[in-house]
Structures are given as C-alpha cells and as structure tokens.
T-cell receptor, first 114, second 114 residues
Framework: AQSVSQHNHHVILSEAASLELGCNYS??????LFWYVQYPGQHLQLLLK??????LVKGIKGFEAEFIKSKFSFNLRKPSVQWSDTAEYFC????????????FGTGTRLTVIP | DAGVTQSPTHLIKTRGQQVTLRCSPK?????VSWYQQALGQGPQFIFQ???????QRGNFPDRFSGHQFPNYSSELNVNALLLGDSALYLC?????????????FGDGTRLSIL
C-alpha cells in the first residue's frame, strides 16, 4: 500500500534560518507529488507540485522542493523562514495511474520564532 | 470565483447519532473527494464522487456514505457515530479531465462526538 512518511513532527526555527522538511513515499510507479500548507485556522493550500520535468520545483512564498526518484523523496526547502511561515506542512502523493486520491503524510508542524 | 465551501463549520453530536456534512465544489470542478483529518494526523481519503457515483473508496466502514448532486455538490453521511469519528472532515474538488491539476480544499467541518 502507498504510504507517505514525514519524519519531522515538529520543527522550531528562528527567523532567517533555513528550512528542510523531509518527505519519503513508498510507491514504485509514476507519482505526482505535492506539498500543502495549513496555516492556523485556514484551509489546506497548495505550496507546490511536481508532475514531470525538472525535479527542482519552485512554489509560492519562496518554497522549493526536490524530487529524488532514487530515494523516493520530495523534500521541502526554504532558504530563510519568516514568522508567517508558522503552519502545518503536508506532503502528499498522487499515484500516476489508477487511484485519483491523495495520500498524505502525517504532517510537520513548523514554529518560527521571531 | 468561489472556492470550495463546506457547511457547517462546527458540529457536536453524541455517540450513535447520524450526521450530514455538505460541500460545494469550486466553480468549474466536477469531482468531489472527502477526507478525514484526525487530530495530529494527515488527511485520510474517504471516497470520491464523480457523475453522481462513488468512484473510489478508502478504508472506511459502510457507516460512511455519500452523495453527489447534479450541480456537483456533495454530502457526506456518517451513521452510528463513534467517539473515534471526531475529526476535521475536508472536502476537495477537482476537474476529472485535468488530472494534473491539484485538488482544492475547503475549510473543513470540525465534528466533535461526545
């Protein structure tokens, strides 16, 4: 069965620190990959997505993610975080064929200290 | 352009009761998916509706059922509520013919079971 692992449950950073959140998935076929963010009291919003092509994907608000097929990973990065980045971050996988539903990781809570 | 809207925002029920949650998809979308997000967890896929039929289903019991109407809106029904059904229920919409487009999520309905 497909699964998505986010090993960092809670990350605390100071403003201007660099961020990297890990995401690994277990699925052998073609996948589409997503990072969603959930700000306090708000709905899930798409940060970025990977379908094909350049494995380095740039998203909104300065976020980027790199798809490494050999490692089944899709880590999220940001060079310099801001207090407003405090939120819950979810990695999600959409299998390339068959199922049309997202498989989510358990999420990583990011707290940025001013 | 309206996004995904869900109602109600919050709901309190007692064990054994039945509940109906509602979702209106983003304008132009024809597919609705429902997810359950328990506290501290990532969203888990319940089922997906397209053309008024359930097309895919996750690992949820038959107590969870749904419906899609001709205007693409959808309902999620849960019978014989259990304490473990307490969660945030998310609706996501998408366009069936555009598999490469991400799902858009509503704010969710927070269901509390006493």
């Amino acid at each position: 069965a497909q699964s998505v692992s986010q090993h960092n449950h809670h990350v605390i950073l100071s403003e201007a620190a660099s961020l990297e959140l890990g995401c690994n998935y277990s699925y052998g076929g073609t996948v589409n990959l997503f990072w969603y963010v959930q700000y306090p009291g708000q709905h899930l919003q798409l940060l970025l997505k990977y379908f094909s092509g350049d494995p380095l994907v740039k998203g909104i608000k300065g976020f980027e993610a790199e798809f490494i097929k050999s490692k089944f990973s899709f880590n999220l990065r940001k060079p310099s975080v801001q207090w407003s980045d405090t939120a819950e971050y979810f990695c999600a996988v959409l299998p390339g064929t068959g199922a049309n539903n997202l498989f989510f990781g358990t999420g990583t809570r990011l707290t940025v200290i001013p | 352009d309206a996004g995904v809207t869900q109602s109600p925002t919050h709901l309190i029920k007692t064990r054994g009761q039945q509940v109906t949650l509602r979702c209106s998809p983003k304008s132009g979308h024809d597919t609705v998916s429902w997810y359950q997000q328990a506290l501290g967890q990532g969203p888990q896929f319940i089922f997906q509706y397209y053309e008024e039929e359930e097309r895919q289903r996750g690992n949820f019991p038959d107590r969870f059922s749904g419906h899609q109407f001709p205007n693409y809106s959808s309902e999620l029904n849960v019978n014989a509520l259990l304490l473990g059904d307490s969660a945030l229920y998310l609706c996501a919409s998408s366009l069936r013919s555009s598999r490469n487009q991400p799902q858009h999520f509503g704010d969710g309905t927070r269901l509390s079971i006493l």
